[in-house]
């Protein structure tokens, strides 16, 4: 019979605006997967970083208290032992945070700051580090385990990060570990084997997780036991009629790919290659959405980032409004830059911390009425547009759900009023209802102001909804493209059958 590893009870956390969690109480047993789920804004991150912690500033421990309790005598209580609790954060308990941008060190190798982590928290343990992380690297399924030890944070995908954080939790063997939506930045394919993974840890290792998701798939395919904290029934929403009701010939074309390319190398004693994109052709029309899927490291993030100037093509040429993009020329990225805009996947990342909405959001209107001194633009309007209040405006990062960092930055790519709005997995991190909310919000906007759109996703029911076109890449190449209808009926591909079988098997229950 398991016993009880922590316990919970009546935690209670304020904001300045408000409670976010009242009166929660649960336990978690040894070698038990609880699934702890709600809509964004419902306090689920903070209720892990409460268990470890750790709150930010700006939220504050009312009441309630956590209990740690080991079979090998070990007792704390918070807020009580708040000074000693320290200890039991990565030697006891292991943290997989959704951050995957945000929590490794820019300037040092993926290799050097693993073994560091782990020296920190494994203490003077007799272990060979380097050869134990190497082996979890491979065991979490990460390819080429040599570029990635010696490759920069910013040299790898979302999912490579997030398998590499799933990694360090894995070689200190904690008793239990805090999964803060651990599948967001990964694709479908990549989703499941890393649930597999999880079951098979706590399997092998008897730990507990908690996993934290608003991902009903992920709940229903991983959990042993579920705390909701919302019952909100669900919306309905008005699905698009896939590949549009408009003929393509009598759309607009905005932009136009023909046989982009680029090559990234690490350079250094040993040259070795990395992210690649190789002869890509495709265009997008105004007021339609051309969707991208393929597996992490895919290419998806680099091809965003060639649309909007952050990277420069090794060859091929990028038009926007017929216009060719010399991308050695400032005053051709800053037009590149006014009709294509870009949501990352790192919404908190992407949002300065010591700066508040309303001056990141003013920050871009200035740079608007450089041009029209005379602009007005309604800020509680542009929040409204994604769902926000205009109580967040005087809101920092920290203050912020993952979901509201997220709608703060389309709302600030939409006060630029671009002519393409791309989206690199902006959706990840949203619960089901505010994701549906936010669709319904880019099919207005596609209607309304014949705005055109790149949905970047690993979820291919996003892409279904929305798209009426489709790319699928594969190691920088496109290995297949037409209509989305038409490719949904009849994948020809086996990386395309692989992603939509990944997400018939998300949802069906895991086998415990």
């Known amino acids: ?53 750790m709150l930010p500033q700006g939220i504050q421990w009312k009441q309630g208290h956590i209990t740690w309790t080991e079979s090998m005598g070990v007792e704390m209580t918070l807020p009580q032992d708040s000074v000693k609790w320290g200890s039991l954060r990565g030697s006891h308990i292991g943290y997989i945070q959704q951050d995957v941008f945000g929590i490794f060190d ?14 920190e928290c494994a203490g003077h343990a007799d272990i060979d580090i380097e050869a134990a992380l190497h082996s979890k690297m491979a065991e979490v399924g990460i390819m080429d385990v040599d570029r990635i030890w010696n490759s920069y944070p910013h040299q ?16 200190i063997q904690p008793a239990l570990i805090i999964a ?10 990549n989703q499941v084997e890393l649930l597999d993974l999880l079951a098979y840890v706590r399997n092998q290792y008897q730990m507990a997780i908690l996993c934290i998701t608003h991902e009903e798939a992920v709940v229903q395919y991983l959990a042993d036991r579920i705390i909701n904290l919302d019952s909100l029934p669900k919306r309905e929403v008005v699905k698009k009629q896939v590949a549009g009701s408009e003929s393509d010939s009598l759309l607009k074309p905005i932009l136009e790919v023909n046989n982009l390319g680029y090559k990234h190398r690490f350079g250094g004693l040993i040259d070795k290659a990395g992210a690649k994109i190789q002869g890509l052709n495709f265009s997008v029309n105004e007021g339609q959405c051309l ?19 952050l990277l420069i093509p090794s060859e091929g040429e990028i038009k926007v409004h017929d216009h060719k993009i010399n991308f050695l020329h400032h005053q051709d990225i800053r037009f590149l830059r006014s009709k294509i805009q870009l949501v990352m996947q790192d919404g908190r990342g992407s949002l300065h911390p010591n700066f508040s909405v309303r001056s990141l959001l003013d920050e871009v209107i200035n740079q608007r009425r450089k041009g029209d001194k005379d602009l007005k633009i309604d800020l509680i309007e542009a929040l409204n547009q994604v769902g ?56 207005s906007l596609m209607q309304r102001r014949r705005l055109a759109l790149i949905l970047i996703s690993h979820d291919d029911s996003i892409i279904r909804w929305i798209a009426d076109d489709i790319l699928v890449l594969d190691r920088g190449e496109v290995v297949e493209k037409g209509k989305t209808r038409d490719v949904i009926a009849n994948p020809i591909h086996p990386v395309t059958k692989k992603i939509f079988a990944a997400q018939a098997t998300l949802s069906e229950k895991r086998n415990h």
């Not at 803060?180 to 394919?189: F, G, Q, R, V, Y």
């Open 106 to 119: 820019p300037v040092i190798r993926m290799g050097r700051q693993m073994t560091m982590i782990v020296n």
């Open 180 to 189: 803060d939506e651990p599948t967001s930045a990964i694709d479908k394919i």
């Open 1 to 53: 019979m398991s016993s009880m590893l922590l316990k919970v009870e009546g935690l209670n956390l304020l904001t300045d605006v408000g409670p976010i969690v009242e009166n929660l109480s649960f336990t978690i047993d040894q070698g038990e997967i609880v699934a702890l789920t709600g809509k964004s804004g419902t306090g689920k991150s903070s209720i892990g970083l409460a268990i470890l912690n």
């Open 388 to 443: 926000l209040s205009p109580q967040v405006l005087d809101r920092k990062e920290s203050a912020l759900s993952g979901g509201e960092c997220l709608r703060i930055s389309i709302a600030r790519a939409l006060l630029m009023q671009p002519d393409i709005l791309i989206c690199d997995e902006s959706t990840t991190s949203l619960d089901e209802q505010t994701r549906d909310s936010i669709m319904e919000l880019f099919l």
């Open 291 to 309: 969707g991208i899927i393929g597996e992490s490291g895919s290419g998806k993030s680099t091809l965003a980032q060639l649309l909007v100037g």
């Open 156 to 171: 790898l995908s979302g999912g490579q990060l997030q398998r590499c954080q799933i990694c360090l939790s894995i070689v």
